[in-house]
């Protein structure tokens, strides 16, 4: 006792005890003796490895000893030192073993990370359950990553990934590098998606979205649009790098899925991406090509700032909006000469807006933004968090919210099926209700009050939205207005008449879209047969 520190806590009192506590034999023997000691017993071990460390270890020597008693009535406690040579916390947070998580509580970790709930949220969850929790933050990350591996087993990373992939019923295709085990590319998409491309592929959205996993490895997104103006994700891929080759692998897996032969987008919005552009030349060729405004704009901005002091910045750029905006080829020929002139002292601004946008790809222009699919990358940006996570997490993530995306279109379908508005409860759209979708329907009662200055006049109408969405336009609603005829609901694109993701889908020999099986499964049993054991195994593999 003489050589204990100043510091000295006797705790005997708290253990000692008459009472015999329970045990499943109460038999005596050296076996069932249990000794215990303090956490911060035993000495401190020095190493060289030159990284921080600490230790709690100070010599404690707090012991006490159980074993059975004699007449074989249970456990007895003997303390042999009740002193500690420390203090004794008033709280234990950060103790390792009083934080451990709980049966319950490693369950309920289990059920948050499946939800991609972030570990601060899990832990915050737990503390209140129990304001008593004092588990850490690293004892769930620790608890997460058993959690993976114990999901993974001896599967590497794309192995787990094509496991996922392949459980949850996608469609999907990889390629390696020549020879090598090495995949390139990846692409994927679900069958729902696959069904919603083949009803609504008139309009189709492509974008990179860069920094999502730690591998830095693109992310090349496929967007549509349903009938209802919600964006569906098409298809994903994984690509090596951003060549017009990797995109044309691409956009023929894309093809693929499309059940009809003859049958392609009609419109594809991309950003102004050289290789994509070609690519999309080379594999739809009879499909229009245009350029999103919302990244033009975004890039002439940057550029703006870069070459343009700050008060002339706000002039420029509405000068440029109403170049972009130009209604045709006199208007537009004027605002680009009021551009000029207002850089005239900024000859490389000017420059990159003529070279890189309006001299090659005006024609591109998409004339009427689609704010709702444009904000699709935005969004699966924002699903996806940080850019440290694995292809796993990614796909897990894209995975959730694609079900979740699903689950909305339904129900706008039925919305539109069984909901009838206000604004459209008139005999003159009496065809129309439940027939068609509700945003097809507020597009129509908004052109109707142009009537009044329209009229029947087709050259005032300009007929913008019969050619640019397929819905009748103020002249035509003016003639059935004036004779009392309800708006025939063939006067509005089948597009916007597919309340369903029940349709199914035509097959048939007359437009090569039949799937004969035949050819394919004999050429497999010929190689099948021709292979020694081991290329038998990995064919059956």
């Not at 620790?142 to 990934?161: A, F, N, W, Y």
């Not at 959205?205 to 009938?227: A, C, H, S």
Request: charged content about 25%; glycine content about 6%.
């Amino acid at each position: 006792m003489e050589n204990l520190p100043q510091i000295c806590v006797d705790t005997s009192d708290a253990f000692i005890t008459t009472e015999r506590f329970d045990t499943e034999t109460g038999k005596r023997g050296r076996s069932n003796k249990l000794i215990f000691g303090c956490d911060k017993g035993g000495k401190h071990k020095s190493t060289d490895s030159g990284t921080q460390s600490a230790s709690k270890k100070c010599g404690c020597p707090f012991k006490i000893r159980s074993t059975p008693a004699k007449d074989g009535s249970g456990w007895k406690i003997d303390v042999k030192c009740g002193l500690h040579n420390h203090g004794l916390p008033d709280r234990l947070e950060g103790h390792s073993f009083i934080g451990r998580l709980t049966t319950d509580e490693k369950q309920r970790v289990v059920d948050l990370t499946k939800r991609h709930v972030p570990p601060r949220h899990i832990l915050l969850s737990l503390q209140d359950r129990d304001p008593e929790n004092v588990t850490r933050i690293t004892q769930v990350y620790k608890h997460k990553s058993v959690i993976q591996k114990e999901i993974r087993g001896p599967r590497s990373e794309i192995q787990h990934l094509f496991k996922l992939i392949e459980d949850a019923g996608y469609v999907y295709w990889s390629r390696k590098k020549d020879d090598s085990e090495v995949v390139r590319e990846i692409f994927w998409a679900h069958p729902d998606s696959v069904k919603l491309l083949n009803i609504f592929p008139i309009v189709l959205v492509m974008d990179n979205t860069y920094k999502t996993n730690k591998y830095r490895q693109p992310l090349f997104e496929i967007v549509g649009m349903t009938l209802t103006e919600l964006t569906f994700a098409v298809a994903f891929a994984y690509m090596e790098s951003e060549q017009t080759e990797n995109f044309c692998w691409v956009l023929e897996k894309l093809k693929e899925l499309f059940v009809k032969k003859d049958l392609c987008p009609q419109v594809i919005l991309t950003y102004r991406d050289l290789a994509l552009m070609k690519s999309i030349e080379i594999v739809f060729p009879r499909s229009i090509n245009l350029l999103c405004r919302f990244h033009i704009n975004k890039n002439v901005g940057a550029k703006c700032k870069q070459h343009v002091v700050n008060d002339l910045q706000k002039t420029i750029d509405t000068l440029w909006m109403e170049v972009v905006w130009a209604s045709d080829e006199v208007e537009y020929g004027q605002r680009l000469h009021q551009l000029e002139q207002a850089c005239v002292d900024y000859s490389g601004f000017i420059n990159y807006v003529k070279d890189t946008w309006l001299t090659p790809h005006r024609h591109r222009f998409l004339e009427h933004g689609l704010i709702e699919v444009e904000s699709a990358h935005w969004k699966l940006k924002q699903m996806l968090g940080n850019s440290i996570g694995d292809m796993v997490k990614c796909w897990e993530a894209m995975n959730n919210n694609l079900r979740l995306q699903l689950e909305n279109i339904r129900a706008y379908f039925q919305k539109s099926f069984y909901k009838v508005e206000h604004a459209h409860i008139s005999p003159f759209y009496g065809y129309l209700c439940g027939s068609i979708s509700r945003a097809a329907l507020r597009r129509i009662v908004k052109e109707l009050l142009r009537v009044d200055y329209v009229g029947t006049n087709r050259k005032i109408c300009g007929c913008t939205l019969r050619t640019s969405y397929g819905l009748p336009c103020a002249c035509e609603l003016g003639r059935y207005a004036l004779g009392g005829i309800p708006i025939p609901i063939n006067d509005v694109h089948v597009h916007w008449r597919k309340l369903t993701m029940k349709v199914e889908l035509e097959v048939g020999a007359d437009d090569g879209s039949e799937v004969d099986m035949t050819r394919a499964m004999d050429e497999l049993w010929k190689r099948f047969r021709s292979l020694d054991i081991i290329g038998k195994k990995g064919i059956k593999e």
